[in-house]
């Protein structure tokens, strides 16, 4: 594997060397000061609040060999204190980050599967690395860097070894997955589902599926591995299996990667499959039907890769879940506490209370926070949660947030007891009512979208109880 030099990142970003080895090895990268190592490159990214152009000097005081920036007019005597480093200066140091994971990308002839969906990008991501890491030396996305700067930055600190790479893609607005897939260029494109996440901005779920079908564009003739089960994925399936090379997953749609017999425990499932006209039994470690939907697609992915089985059925039982997702702590009393609060659709929120449904409890507690960016959809899509709630034997329900509002006020039209019905605009309260009305063995479902925070108060509940 060739390694990026200096002199390759001047190239690709029209950058200027102040001073430097030009022949000098750049292997990691940094946006951020605080945690800068020794040896790498700091590449001063300027936001709308922040300019981290203007930390040159921290970065190469606490050990970077060199930094990338904009806009800086050097000093002779700065020149002189670090002649021993490398100081590259462009136009633009975002259009130098996209530039230089471009370049980077190339030197890698790997597989890369890229993941994107409304919901479950993050735990599908998860089940998928796991499943191609029994085969490959695999960089996979850490936590949720899926965006504009994320993504880049795990390219540009991919181990020079590295076999496989499996890259999430998220997306507020259209163009945005087209610049990760441009610079990505991924062999395996996955869509996990099309909802109402980011519906605010993007209107409706149709465009929702066009700004998710921008993972296709960096691509050249990719295997595309879809959920069969939704609506709209499966509808475009229908429209294009003969222009495109596709792999279905799903339960209850004819697919080519289907779970039959499923057996749903608290905890795991499990279910039989057809692969390559032998029954298979498979074991999920986490409970929920969007679980199996996640390892159904990691099974997808695994087949393309040519994985054996046995090496797939130990990537997905052996998986773990990404912090703050579907994490079930169990308390004293026999409380149960799921958070699940890092991120919010109606579709997750769905998801979140049918898995709660088949824990053994005393009392089902949900504890349900805004959905962010909904737009003028808002009170519609939180009043269809209220409905969601009284369909899955949730016996408590407790609201903060100003949407939230429309969750509680839907539960009690469609006859919810509106003495189990909490609502508070401080969403501390909610700390102090869970210690008052908390009783052994009830599970407690936090639910909201992340700028809510809710996984703070599912923290604090979880030290009080």
Same mark, same amino acid.
């Given at each position: 594997?060739?390694?990026?030099?200096?002199?390759?990142? /001047?190239?690709?970003?029209?950058?200027?060397?102040?001073?430097?080895?030009?022949?000098?090895?750049?292997?990691?990268?940094?946006?951020?000061?605080?945690?800068?190592?020794?040896?790498?490159?700091?590449?001063? /990214?300027?936001?709308?609040?922040?300019?981290?152009?203007?930390?040159?000097?921290?970065?190469?005081?606490?050990?970077?060999?060199? @930094?990338?920036?904009? $806009?800086?007019?050097?000093?002779?005597?700065?020149?002189?204190?670090?002649?021993?480093?490398?100081?590259?200066?462009?136009?633009?140091?975002?259009?130098?980050?996209?530039?230089?994971?471009?370049?980077?990308?190339?030197?890698?002839?790997?597989?890369? %599967?890229?993941?994107?969906?409304? %919901?479950?990008?993050?735990?599908?991501?998860?089940?998928?690395?796991?499943? @191609?890491?029994?085969?490959?030396?695999?960089?996979?996305? %850490?936590?949720?860097?899926?965006?504009?700067?994320?993504?880049?930055?795990?390219?540009?600190?991919?181990?020079?070894?590295?076999?496989?790479?499996?890259?999430?893609?998220?997306?507020?607005?259209? +163009?945005?997955?087209?610049?990760?897939?441009?610079?990505?260029?991924?062999?395996?494109?996955?869509?996990?589902?099309?909802?109402?996440?980011?519906?605010?901005?993007?209107?409706?779920?149709?465009?929702?599926?066009?700004?998710?079908?921008?993972?296709?564009?960096?691509?050249?003739?990719?295997?595309?591995?879809?959920?069969?089960?939704? $609506?709209?994925?499966?509808?475009?399936?229908?429209?294009?299996?003969?222009?495109?090379?596709?792999?279905?997953?799903?339960?209850?749609? &004819?697919?080519?990667?289907?779970?039959?017999?499923?057996?749903?425990?608290?905890?795991?499932?499990?279910?039989?499959?057809?692969?390559? +006209?032998? &029954?298979?039994?498979?074991?999920?470690?986490?409970?929920?039907?969007?679980?199996?939907?996640?390892?159904?697609?990691?099974?997808?992915?695994?087949?393309?890769?040519? /994985?054996?089985?046995?090496?797939?059925?130990?990537?997905? &039982?052996?998986?773990?879940?990404?912090?703050?997702?579907?994490? @079930?702590?169990?308390?004293?009393?026999?409380?149960? /506490?799921?958070?699940?609060?890092?991120?919010?659709?109606?579709?997750?929120?769905?998801?979140?209370?049918?898995?709660?449904?088949?824990?053994?409890?005393?009392?089902?507690?949900?504890?349900?926070?805004?959905?962010?960016?909904? +737009?003028?959809?808002?009170?519609?899509?939180?009043?269809?949660?209220?409905?969601?709630?009284?369909?899955?034997?949730?016996?408590?329900?407790?609201?903060?947030?100003?949407?939230?509002?429309?969750? @509680?006020?839907?539960?009690?039209?469609?006859?919810?007891?509106?003495?189990?019905?909490?609502?508070?605009?401080?969403?501390?309260?909610?700390?102090?009512?869970?210690?008052?009305?908390?009783?052994?063995?009830?599970?407690?479902?936090?639910?909201?979208?992340?700028?809510?925070?809710?996984? &703070?108060?599912?923290?604090?509940?979880?030290?009080?109880?």
């Amino acid at each position: 594997m060739k390694n990026v030099t200096v002199q390759d990142i /001047i190239t690709c970003t029209k950058g200027e060397l102040v001073i430097g080895d030009k022949n000098s090895i750049c292997n990691h990268f940094s946006k951020d000061t605080r945690t800068i190592e020794k040896g790498d490159i700091y590449i001063g /990214i300027k936001g709308e609040k922040f300019d981290g152009n203007l930390f040159w000097k921290q970065a190469l005081d606490n050990g970077a060999m060199g @930094v990338i920036v904009q $806009d800086i007019a050097f000093e002779a005597n700065d020149l002189k204190s670090y002649s021993d480093k490398v100081i590259i200066q462009v136009k633009d140091t975002l259009e130098a980050l996209y530039a230089i994971a471009s370049y980077k990308r190339q030197l890698y002839d790997v597989p890369v %599967v890229a993941i994107t969906g409304s %919901v479950g990008k993050t735990s599908t991501k998860d089940i998928v690395a796991n499943v @191609v890491s029994q085969k490959y030396h695999t960089l996979k996305t %850490v936590g949720n860097n899926n965006n504009n700067i994320g993504l880049p930055f795990t390219i540009l600190n991919a181990p020079t070894d590295i076999e496989a790479m499996v890259l999430e893609m998220g997306m507020n607005h259209f +163009g945005e997955i087209h610049l990760l897939s441009e610079i990505a260029k991924p062999n395996i494109c996955v869509i996990t589902n099309i909802g109402t996440s980011h519906i605010g901005n993007l209107g409706s779920r149709e465009n929702i599926l066009k700004a998710k079908l921008e993972i296709l564009d960096g691509a050249k003739e990719p295997y595309i591995v879809i959920n069969n089960d939704n $609506d709209l994925l499966h509808k475009w399936y229908e429209e294009s299996k003969n222009t495109y090379k596709i792999k279905t997953y799903g339960i209850y749609q &004819e697919s080519d990667i289907q779970a039959k017999s499923m057996d749903m425990k608290e905890d795991e499932s499990s279910y039989t499959i057809s692969l390559m +006209g032998k &029954e298979e039994k498979m074991r999920v470690p986490v409970g929920g039907e969007h679980f199996i939907l996640n390892s159904l697609c990691a099974i997808a992915v695994g087949e393309l890769l040519h /994985i054996e089985i046995e090496d797939i059925k130990k990537g997905i &039982e052996s998986f773990q879940l990404t912090k703050n997702r579907m994490e @079930v702590t169990e308390c004293k009393n026999g409380i149960k /506490i799921i958070n699940d609060a890092y991120n919010s659709s109606v579709e997750s929120v769905k998801a979140s209370l049918a898995y709660m449904k088949h824990i053994n409890a005393n009392r089902r507690i949900a504890v349900l926070g805004d959905i962010l960016e909904t +737009g003028e959809f808002a009170k519609e899509l939180h009043e269809s949660i209220g409905k969601i709630v009284c369909e899955n034997a949730v016996d408590i329900l407790i609201c903060s947030g100003e949407n939230a509002k429309y969750i @509680v006020e839907s539960a009690k039209k469609q006859g919810f007891d509106e003495k189990h019905i909490y609502y508070f605009e401080d969403k501390e309260e909610i700390v102090d009512v869970l210690k008052k009305i908390i009783e052994p063995n009830d599970v407690i479902l936090f639910k909201a979208s992340n700028g809510m925070r809710f996984f &703070e108060i599912a923290e604090k509940v979880r030290s009080n109880i």
